[in-house]
């Protein structure tokens, strides 16, 4: 199975602030890989997929990038509303492989 | 629009089988697949299995044989039982759809195993 190491675990981080989330992939998996939002008590959203494609209606201060096989999530100017828990997914194979989660809170 | 939804029962007892439905509407089961995943409280998610558009299936090996994904295209369905259950499956369980990334998710259906 592919690992997917996602990091920091948690994070505070004041509004406005440029938030970084990453994800190191065992393997090579070229641009399967998407991220997630999850509020608290609500299901996963969508956020980017294709590693930098940003879904439908997901603001513009939400970007990702790939170097090799480490992605990152990029939050321009973080705001409220993007408090919550963060995951990185691989589509590259079966079983398809989650990061272990990042909890982002405010400062 | 797209919308899926979970029902099935919020306690198991061990040992017992576990039986989930999800029912979808805004797409056919025969254009898009269906995935169950599954998330303990406070953790990250676990992809269990898949029903493709063809009908095929995918499992997470995790599972072993315990796990069986299946479908009722007639009524947009889409059904998860796992046998011998353990305190350990206690958790959320997630239907979404997507080929590759999961575009579209149910709200989840917490499931307690507990005698």
């Known amino acids: 199975d592919i690992q997917m190491t996602q990091s920091p675990a948690s994070l505070s981080a004041s509004l406005e602030e440029i938030v970084t989330i990453t994800c190191q992939a065992s393997?090579?998996?070229?641009?399967?890989l998407a991220w997630y939002q999850q509020k608290p008590g609500k299901s996963p959203q969508l956020l980017i997929y294709g590693a930098t494609s940003l879904a439908d209606g997901v603001p513009s201060r939400f970007s990702g990038n790939r170097s090799g096989t480490q992605y990152s999530l990029k939050i321009s100017r973080l705001q409220v509303e993007d408090i919550g828990s963060y995951y990185c997914q691989q589509a590259h194979s079966n079983p398809r492989t989650f990061g272990g989660g990042t909890k982002l809170e405010l400062k | 629009q797209v919308q899926l939804k979970e029902s099935g029962p919020g306690l198991v007892q061990p040992s017992q089988t576990l039986s989930l439905t999800c029912t979808v509407s805004g797409f056919s089961l025969t254009s898009y697949s269906v995935h169950w995943v599954r998330q303990h409280s406070g953790k990250s998610l676990e992809w269990m299995g898949r029903m493709w558009s063809d009908g095929d299936t995918s499992y997470n090996s995790g599972f072993t044989s315990r796990l069986s994904i299946s479908r009722d295209t007639s009524k947009s369905q889409v059904f998860l039982k796992m046998n011998s259950l353990r305190t350990e499956d206690t958790g959320t369980y997630y239907c979404a759809s997507g080929d590759n990334w999961f575009a579209y998710w149910g709200q989840g259906t917490l499931v307690t195993v507990s005698s």
């Open positions: 393997q090579d998996i070229g641009n399967w």
